[in-house]
């Protein structure tokens, strides 16, 4: 059995400020071994399980976070950008099931350090007419593939948000929100106890596996923090824009809905 586990830093325990998921600074550094920490405890108990095999694709950012030196060496890491999956790239290598670690509530939600894949850039994004974080947008890529999420951590927003998409998963709280950047949450050590149990258990019975999936053509609706984010993004012939912040188009599959999000991602950096 090969599981793939997408791990993101601002669901970890014990981080709550940007200042933790940017590079450049000694808090990032104490964060980024936390975020290793959970994955390591994903890995375990992916294999007490009954995993044969596990990759874990580093899903932050500069996709550069995770040690790994310091990353169980039974597992496969994936580190580094760009590549055509983003944050669940290890799909294409023909995976059961998929874990994601650390995720975050999407933006516009009350959650800790909330937002979708980039939070200069993007306001709010919808798939199918339906409002869409990274655990969605990530999840309906994984689905495409034939690969369901049964396995994820972070706070109780993403929890309460998440739990309708992947019904069948395993969830482990590892903090309450109070604010965007606020709240309460529980030593690192007793999260990784707690997302070592639940990937343990999430594997044990793949009969109640749930994969998720978008119907394709799927029309992709995203607003933009700026006007001139939209004038930028819509600079692309394919791309409608609807009013001064908002754009859309229609993507043939989720897999090319998630390369054209990103490739807008990318092309904000212009405005910055």
């Given at each position: 059995?090969?599981?793939?586990?997408?791990?993101?830093?601002?669901?970890?325990?014990?981080?709550?400020?940007a200042e933790q998921t940017r590079a450049g600074n000694?808090?990032y550094e104490l964060a980024r071994r936390w975020m290793?920490?959970?994955?390591?405890?994903?890995?375990?108990?992916?294999f007490a399980g009954g995993a044969t095999e596990v990759?874990?694709?580093?899903?932050?950012?500069?996709?550069?976070?995770?040690?790994?030196?310091?990353?169980?060496?039974?597992?496969?890491?994936?580190?580094?950008?760009?590549?055509?999956?983003?944050?669940?790239?290890?799909?294409?290598?023909?995976?059961?099931?998929?874990?994601?670690?650390?995720?975050?509530?999407?933006?516009?939600?009350?959650?800790?350090?909330?937002?979708?894949?980039?939070?200069?850039?993007?306001?709010?994004?919808?798939?199918?007419?339906?409002?869409?974080?990274?655990?969605?947008?990530?999840?309906?890529?994984?689905?495409?593939?034939?690969?369901?999420?049964?396995?994820?951590?972070?706070?109780?927003?993403?929890?309460?948000?998440?739990?309708?998409?992947?019904?069948?998963?395993?969830?482990?709280?590892?903090?309450?929100?109070?604010?965007?950047?606020?709240?309460?949450?529980?030593?690192?050590?007793?999260?990784?106890?707690?997302?070592?149990?639940?990937?343990?258990?999430?594997?044990?019975?793949?009969?109640?596996?749930?994969?998720?999936?978008?119907?394709?053509?799927?029309?992709?609706?995203?607003?933009?923090?700026?006007?001139?984010?939209?004038?930028?993004?819509?600079?692309?012939?394919?791309?409608?824009?609807?009013?001064?912040?908002?754009?859309?188009?229609?993507?043939?599959?989720?897999?090319?809905?998630?390369?054209?999000?990103?490739?807008?991602?990318?092309?904000?950096?212009?405005?910055?």
């Open positions: 059995m090969r599981i793939l586990i997408s791990t993101d830093i601002e669901g970890v325990a014990g981080v709550f400020h000694g808090e290793t920490r959970e994955a390591n405890a994903a890995v375990e108990g992916a990759m874990v694709n580093d899903s932050h950012g500069s996709f550069r976070n995770l040690l790994p030196d310091e990353l169980d060496p039974r597992a496969r890491l994936v580190m580094g950008k760009p590549r055509y999956l983003s944050m669940a790239a290890g799909v294409e290598a023909g995976c059961d099931a998929m874990f994601m670690i650390g995720f975050h509530g999407k933006a516009q939600s009350a959650g800790i350090l909330a937002h979708t894949i980039n939070s200069f850039a993007f306001a709010r994004v919808w798939l199918g007419g339906v409002e869409a974080g990274e655990a969605m947008i990530y999840g309906a890529l994984a689905g495409e593939r034939g690969v369901p999420v049964v396995m994820a951590s972070g706070d109780d927003v993403f929890v309460e948000e998440t739990q309708p998409i992947f019904p069948s998963a395993h969830f482990v709280q590892t903090k309450s929100a109070w604010g965007q950047g606020s709240g309460m949450t529980l030593n690192p050590a007793q999260s990784c106890d707690l997302i070592r149990e639940a990937a343990k258990v999430s594997l044990a019975d793949s009969r109640k596996w749930h994969t998720f999936k978008v119907e394709t053509p799927v029309e992709v609706r995203l607003q933009t923090q700026t006007t001139a984010l939209a004038d930028l993004f819509c600079q692309w012939p394919t791309l409608e824009r609807v009013d001064g912040v908002t754009l859309q188009f229609e993507a043939p599959t989720v897999e090319a809905a998630v390369r054209m999000l990103n490739c807008l991602s990318a092309m904000s950096s212009m405005l910055r």
